[in-house]
């Protein structure tokens, strides 16, 4: 996984301010993942229960969900051959993990250049009534081509009450000159549970 390294309020503020026209450029559009809206790739797995789907996403891009022993991977390609070599394909959490099926696409003009989806994050130390973990939500931003398409910050959902302006702000401030391999994966507002969950090793 990509290095993760936290960063405050005031520093995505300040990039903000020195880019505030990129901001006002962007809109969001939406798009399913939900198995009725996408392509089953194969048979399920009898074994560990791994399933892999296709569904369509913006200006011709497709979304990769691979699910495998309860943890999901999302990636994004022209088509399914090259979203499975991105680096976000490669790019898993530690706890079991779900990615919720809205899709935002951040795009100027009609070109997304980022997309951001709440993933839901388990909780081994806080067990419901059941004793199965409960959930912890999280904004994970991910760039799009051109370039390589990886995870460029997370928002932890319950400890920022604007986790979903941080995370456009995010998007469309750091996306588009964000390096996938070299830049670290940002932390943006407050650090809450699900982000201290996805950034165990």
Same mark, same amino acid.
């Given at each position: 996984m990509n290095r993760i390294v936290s960063t405050g309020l005031a520093v995505l503020m300040t990039c903000v301010g020195l880019n505030g026209a990129g901001a006002q450029s962007a809109g969001s559009t939406y798009t399913s993942t939900a198995p009725k809206d996408c392509r089953q790739i194969g048979k399920p797995s009898t074994l560990d229960g791994s399933t892999m789907r296709v569904c369509p996403g913006k200006d011709g891009l497709t979304v990769l969900i691979a699910e495998d022993d309860l943890r999901e991977t999302v990636?994004?390609? @022209?088509? @399914?051959?090259? +979203? +499975? *070599? *991105?680096?976000a394909a490669k790019t898993w959490f530690a706890p079991f993990n779900s990615s919720e099926t809205t899709v935002e696409w951040r795009a100027a003009g009609a070109k997304p250049f980022a997309m951001i989806q709440r993933w839901h994050i388990a909780d081994n130390a806080d067990p419901d009534k059941e004793g199965r973990p409960n959930t912890k939500a999280m904004l994970v931003v991910t760039r799009l081509p051109p370039g390589p398409v990886c995870h460029v910050a997370y928002v932890d959902a319950a400890a920022n009450a604007d986790a979903n302006e941080l995370a456009r702000k995010a998007a469309d401030e750091l996306a588009r000159s964000f390096t996938c391999g070299k830049d670290e994966v940002m932390i943006i507002g407050t650090r809450g549970r699900a982000v201290e969950l996805a950034t165990m090793h």
């Open positions: 990636s994004v390609g @022209r088509n @399914r051959k090259q +979203a +499975a *070599e *991105e680096p």
